[in-house]
């Protein structure tokens, strides 16, 4: 596993909490396996019908353009 790496994704994530606990919501970074990003999402994300949206084209393309090996972030539901 590449430590840099999970935390440049660390970061990113940090920098998109604010935006996401405005609306009542909010993400936690659980791991960096294999490319693979997994997030648990919290409060209003966790049951938001925008919820795919929000990790493809908000939470995953952002991580992308830091680090671009990653090839998806997967929401971990309860």
Request: with cysteine; net charge negative; charged share 30%.
């Amino acid at each position: 596993m590449n430590k840099e790496n999970e935390n440049k994704i660390i970061e990113v994530i940090d920098k998109l909490r604010p935006f996401l606990m405005n609306d009542g919501g909010d993400i936690e970074f659980v791991k960096y396996e294999d490319d693979v990003v997994y997030v648990k999402m919290h409060g209003a994300c966790s049951h938001c019908h925008m919820i795919d949206y929000t990790i493809k084209e908000g939470v995953e393309a952002s991580i992308q353009e830091v680090v671009p090996s990653v090839k998806e972030v997967v929401n971990i539901k309860d």
